[in-house]
């Protein structure tokens, strides 16, 4: 007797998973689009080494093995070209400036990208690559590579607001095409920075020395909802091991007060991303707030952060340029 319809399928079925997988699930798998996989084999040969009947592409194990690669590589800054013909040659092709350098920073590469990244170091082209992909594995395991390698303060400053600024400006000419890379970027960016641990942890140092200084209060001024840049400047006082305490966004101004009057702090921060939200009677009235006993009363340095406060520079209150010199200002105030 012949073969039902039944034994067929699963004939079919059972060669089809022996070719190996179809594009689409591929694609899937390695979070790109299928056109992606044919542009790649069609630009660099990295194609299947399986095509059923002549026009089906199937991937077998070791053509999956092969793209993996070419991904990982190019996650890395490689670009696709050199990427994936290290990727069929099998080795560890990874170039000398997409590998981690002995010195502190590593070269700039003016390979072109996805993103309008410009003369970027080598770092913001396979970041900018894993957010386009929407590999938040390869997002988070660069952005912790490269804070426990280089510091939060290189990372952010050379790699993470470059990478931001050029989602954006995508963003901009490209209608609502790359909101969710930004919204992905900036969520895998503020994870990082949380982890960031200092000299005794991610817990206030030890000691009198510092301690006894008060700690640094970091908020965002009412209705101020960016807050990535002032967790950038938590992360780097973690790591240089000063005490602080992060309130986020949109704090409003009876609770800062009764948290400024509780801590007797060293500094605060006060963040406004834009002009509409910059509250200068606030900062002035943190700045005038004081605690401790009679005689031997105390008030806060005032430091203004963000581009919201651009224009006048009020009394006695310092705006530095920069997470940098925020840090060195701070590091120096609680060294008396």
């Known amino acids: 007797m ?4 039944s034994d067929q399928e699963r004939g079919a079925g059972a060669v089809s998973a022996d070719a190996g997988v179809t594009t689409g699930a591929l694609a899937r798998r390695l979070g790109v689009s299928p056109t992606t996989l044919r542009s790649w084999d069609r630009r660099y040969g990295v194609g299947p080494a399986v095509r059923s009947d002549g026009r089906h592409r199937r991937w077998t194990p070791q053509d ?3 793209l993996e690669e070419m991904c990982r590589l190019t996650s890395a800054g490689v670009p696709p070209a050199e990427a994936a013909r290290a990727a069929k040659e099998g080795a560890d092709p990874t170039p000398a400036e997409a590998k981690p350098p002995t010195d502190e920073y590593r070269p700039r590469s003016k390979a072109a990208g996805p993103l309008p990244l410009g003369d970027a170091r080598q770092e913001c082209k396979g970041l900018a690559r894993a957010a386009v992909r929407l590999d938040a594995p390869s997002v988070d395991d660069q952005l912790t ?3 426990e390698r280089h510091g939060v303060v290189v ?3 050379e790699v993470m607001v470059p990478t931001l600024h050029a989602v954006g400006r995508k963003w901009e000419s490209a209608g609502d095409r790359y909101v969710e890379v930004e919204h992905l970027l900036s969520w ?9 641990t200092g000299p ?3 817990t206030d140092p030890p000691g009198p020395d510092r301690s006894a200084a008060g700690p640094v209060v970091l908020a965002c001024v009412p209705g101020e909802q960016h807050c990535l840049p002032l967790e950038a400047l938590h992360a780097g006082l973690v790591e240089q091991g000063l ?3 992060m309130f986020g966004p949109a704090v409003p101004p009876e609770a800062l007060t009764a948290a400024v009057r509780r801590l007797g702090p060293l500094a605060v921060v006060l963040w406004s991303q834009s002009r509409s939200t910059a509250d200068r009677p606030l900062a002035r009235h943190i700045a005038a707030t004081s605690w401790g006993v009679k005689g031997a009363r105390r008030n806060p340095v005032v430091l203004l952060g963000g581009p919201g406060w651009a224009g006048r520079q009020e009394q006695g209150m310092l705006r530095p340029p920069g997470l940098r010199d925020a840090l060195t200002t701070l590091a120096s105030l609680a060294a008396g």
Do not use: K, N
């Not at 012949?2 to 319809?5: D, I, K, T, V």
């Open 200 to 202: 005794s942890g991610p």
């Open 145 to 147: 590579a490269l804070v």
């Open 64 to 66: 999956v093995a092969m």
């Open 2 to 5: 012949g073969e039902s319809r």
């Open 155 to 157: 990372g952010w400053e």
């Open 188 to 196: 895998h960016i503020s994870r990082v920075l949380h982890r960031a």
């Open 243 to 245: 005490p602080t305490r």
